[in-house]
């Protein structure tokens, strides 16, 4: 039986941008946050790739990646994900291939099935490229071929990008993603950060259909967390108003640059908004340690997995490190 201590804690950073802030300011913040979550011991950061959303500013996903390693030592740092269908296969391999020849042995590639974004967004990314969510199998076997060694025939290559092997996750918020990494013996990480509705039952499904592989001889399984850690529980539910508001403005299709916390979420919204807000986040970890340890514990009971990644997506800075730091102690036992 695993218990709080045999599982890695991982970090995912959506690069808010404030209501009054920058994109400018959100990625140095990012980057401060890596810093601070590489002393507190955690395994690995990444950044996942959005277009077209003024609260989130990690669009450029492998430029971010590189300054994001440039200024750490030794935390892995990734993609969570790269959206495979907004890409050619080749630019990927290419872009982290450089990255990993840059940062040898610390850069993860999380892929995507989805775009990521709305249709027209997708269409401004791809212009005349038929890509789609139908094609992801295919590309991500395109795409390790061109990281993977070149072999004779091979009239296409990836520089940098060849021979660099840089470990491949696929990522799903639903159950194809989960079989197709089974049967591709490759790490699999769960959405369960924003829907955990299918989470069971996407654990089951990738572990009935996993094969080893030259990459795992195990399924290796990472869920996503939102985090809002405090001193007291009290503090906790305050700043969670941040991350409700932000929830509710991306159901509503409103903006999603981070608004202060409030004292009540009473008016703000109607109960069936509450109702939906509260399914959206229905893993997330909100208290003080102690309350976090026990609904952490329950977690990994329940599903086994060998990783958590959090993000934690609070209005002040100060406050998002705090909970990392919070979460760390619990980590160190």
Known sequence: MKSLSDVKFSTLDLVPVRANGSPAQSLRNSLDLAQHVEKFGYNRFWVAEHHNMDGIASSATSVLLGYLAGGTSTIR???GGVMLP??????????FGTLESLYPGRIDLGLGRAPGSDQMTARALRRERSGSADDFPEDVAELMAYLGPRTPDQRVIAVPGT?????????????????LAGERGLPYAFASHFAPRLMHEAIRVYRNHFKPSAVLDKPYVMLGIPLVAADTDEQAEYLATSVYQRILALMRGQSLVQRPPVKTMDGMWLPHEKDAVGSFLGLAMVGSPAKIRAKLDVLIEQTGADELIFTCDLYEHAD??????????????
Do not use: C, D
């Open 86 to 95: 907004n890409h050619a296969p080749l630019v990927i391999a290419e872009q």
């Open 163 to 179: 021979g660099t092997n840089v470990p491949v996750w696929l990522l799903g918020s639903s159950l194809f993603s989960a079989q």
């Open 320 to 333: 998002r490190i705090h909970s990392y730091e919070l979460l760390a102690q619990l980590m160190k036992g």
């Open 77 to 79: 740092v990734g993609s």
